[in-house]
Nanobody
Framework: QVQLVESGGGSAQAGGSLKLSCVASEYTMCMAWFRQTPGKRREGVASAYTDGTGIYYADLVKGRFTISQDKDKNALYLQLNNLKPEDTAMYYC?????????????????????WGQGTQVTVSA
């Protein structure tokens, strides 16, 4: 059972930045970030093969959010720049898609085996 621990959430003003971190207890081939607001389904933000062979972003965050990794630490980071109030959400780290590619699984949260507890991001106007 892979354990995922997120950190780095908090509050920011519109246009500001935050950096989220996710550390996995062991190696997984694919890790991703999702977000969810009350009453809405979880949506994919970005995913990455941990061997560095592919990084994928949802259209809503392209050009504003950036994934980076530390393979030695089994860590996945998400740099959130130019934040908007609509980015306010609980952000979850996920790992280990069962059947889909890392790219496809970004649109299929049900395929991920492992989830972190989430970290809240709140952006004020």
């Amino acid at each position: 059972q892979v354990q995922l621990v997120e950190s780095g959430g908090g509050s920011a003003q519109a246009g500001g930045s935050l950096k989220l971190s996710c550390v996995a207890s062991e190696y997984t081939m694919c890790m991703a970030w999702f977000r969810q607001t009350p009453g809405k389904r979880r949506e994919g933000v970005a995913s990455a093969y941990t061997d560095g062979t592919g990084i994928y972003y949802a259209d809503l965050v392209k050009g504003r959010f950036t994934i980076s990794q530390d393979k030695d630490k089994n860590a996945l980071y998400l740099q959130l720049n130019n934040l908007k109030p609509e980015d306010t959400a609980m952000y979850y780290c996920a790992a280990g898609p069962k059947a889909l590619s890392c790219r496809s699984a970004l649109e299929a949260d049900f395929d991920f085996r492992y989830w972190g507890q989430g970290t809240q991001v709140t952006v004020s106007a």
